[in-house]
């Protein structure tokens, strides 16, 4: 009986050991944005993450990469507005600064939360009839610097070394629905879409829809569908004491 108790408490200490902690920033300062505010801001650095006025329940979506449809409960404060200067000290990547950000979700609001699945409307990112013009890339992942970033406004996405699950999930930031990649393509490619902004009424003819880009640029289509969506639902959140 004691063995099976050691052998357990090993295992158990070994998964614990195995789990890769989550970076934090050195020095951070959250308070609560003045009353009467209407606009807000963010910005990310080379170096840190700062905010003024930005809701809270907008800080967490950008911190998980979610929609907001996709954040479940919580009370209405969290839509209160918050100023937020991190500096991590060192330079960080994007991945890093979110990382960063759950970290100071859950130290300075206590943050919890629980992932469900949702049956919802959204986009699967699949192979045009025409077929793909997705472009290999010849930049070599971890040794580039510049494989796998890109970069995205209001009606362009270009990178090199992208994934098609990670063009899936900058297109989800482009239209109104999650975007599943269901392409079944693997590997890294060089990706250069320009579409025109959906309220743009006099754009020129070249300037096509994002849908009739993604076909015509790239060969693949989304096509609307029903099915499980992550959600992520808060479990406990609390106003920090400001510092």
């Not at 158990?12 to 009467?36: C, D, I, M, N, Y």
């Not at 209407?38 to 930005?54: D, F, K, L, Q, R």
């Not at 569908?225 to 510092?243: A, F, S, T």
Request: with cysteine.
């Amino acid at each position: 009986m004691r063995l099976t108790v050691c052998l357990a408490l090993s295992c158990l200490w070994l998964l614990t050991a195995q789990e890769p902690s989550r970076p934090k920033f050195e020095v951070a300062s959250v308070k609560k944005s003045r009353p009467g505010m209407t606009n807000w801001t963010w910005h990310s650095t080379a170096e840190g993450y700062s905010t003024e006025n930005e809701p809270l329940d907008s800080i967490i979506c950008w911190a998980y990469h979610i929609k907001r449809f996709q954040l479940i409960g919580g009370p209405k404060w969290i839509q209160d507005g918050y100023d937020i200067n991190a500096k991590a000290g060192r330079r960080i990547t994007n991945e890093e600064r979110m990382q960063m950000v759950q970290s100071l979700l859950e130290d300075r609001f206590h943050l919890t939360m629980r992932q469900v699945n949702r049956q919802a409307s959204l986009y699967e990112m699949v192979i045009a009839k025409s077929g793909s013009r997705l472009n290999p890339s010849r930049c070599h992942f971890g040794e580039d610097p510049t494989c796998g970033r890109y970069t995205w406004n209001a009606n362009d996405i270009s990178g090199a070394g992208i994934e098609p699950a990670d063009l899936a999930s900058m297109l989800t930031d482009s239209v109104d629905l999650p975007v599943v990649d269901k392409t079944g393509i693997s590997g890294r490619f060089d990706v250069k879409l320009h579409w025109a902004p959906a309220d743009d009424a006099g754009a020129e003819v070249a300037d096509a829809s994002i849908f009739t880009a993604i076909q015509e640029q790239l060969g693949l289509k989304l096509e609307f569908r029903k099915g499980p969506v992550r959600m992520l639902q808060i479990e406990h959140v609390e106003r920090p004491d400001e510092n």
